[in-house]
């Protein structure tokens, strides 16, 4: 997912690696508002992504980036001010 998501254009801020004395993976990328999120990757885990959370400062332009970069349309979304 990472490779893709350069490949979109956005910032990968850690490469992809294992947490220290563990077996998940884990990344950082930050989005066009410059919050950063992590990508994690546990072994066991069959669904990669069961919810996912962000804050943005622009809505509109963080559904754009984020259809772009993932492979899946952004669904039930909640703006809270």
Not at 9 to 35: M, S
Request: charged letters at 25%; aromatic letters at 8%.
């Amino acid at each position: 997912m990472v490779e893709h998501i350069r490949a979109k254009g956005g910032n990968i801020t850690r490469e992809p690696g294992p947490v220290q004395g563990g077996t998940t993976v884990i990344a950082f990328v930050k989005d066009p508002d410059g919050y950063t999120f992590a990508l994690v990757q546990r072994p066991t885990v069959h669904d990669p992504f069961s919810q996912i959370m962000l804050r943005v400062g622009d809505l509109e332009r963080a559904i754009k980036f984020y259809e772009k970069v993932t492979i899946q349309d952004i669904q039930g979304r909640t703006c809270m001010i």
